[in-house]
């Protein structure tokens, strides 16, 4: 399985094809999470930043980091573990000002919230 790592500005940094775990877990009313583990080599750490962006081919969605550590692993040498969210938490760190009144259905309120404050904000 290949990873694809991505800078925040969503440029191509490299392809991870070799690591020793990873958890993708998914869920349905928050966002997932992941965790990655694999070999502390310089290129790893170069592209496996905070803000980086994680990709799985084989899935629709796409991880943030949010958090490295650098630690022995138990098979000798330094390991990386790069753990984060999945994209949909970008809209946890959003504040929608000002208050807004609407009227009309739910589904189009809370698609002109997202569109105004996530996808042209």
């Known amino acids: 399985m290949e990873l694809y790592i991505y800078s925040p500005d969503i440029e191509l940094q490299g392809v991870i094809d ?3 775990s990873l ?3 998914r869920r349905f009313f ?3 999470e ?3 583990h694999c070999k502390a080599s310089v ?3 170069a592209m496996l930043q905070e803000g980086s962006v994680i990709h799985r081919v084989d ?3 796409a991880g943030i980091i949010e958090g490295v550590t650098i630690a022995a692993a138990d098979t000798g040498g330094d390991e990386i573990t ?4 999945m994209g949909s938490s ?3 760190r959003r504040i929608i000002t000002p208050t807004i009144s609407f009227s009309g259905t739910v589904e189009d309120a809370m698609r002109k919230l997202v569109s105004d404050n996530a996808i042209t904000a």
């Open 34 to 36: 992941f965790e990655l």
């Open 18 to 20: 070799g690591f020793s």
């Open 30 to 32: 928050e966002p997932g």
């Open 82 to 85: 790069a753990t984060g969210r």
């Open 90 to 92: 970008m809209l946890d």
């Open 43 to 45: 290129e790893n750490i």
């Open 59 to 61: 899935r629709k969605e």
């Open 23 to 25: 958890r993708w877990r």
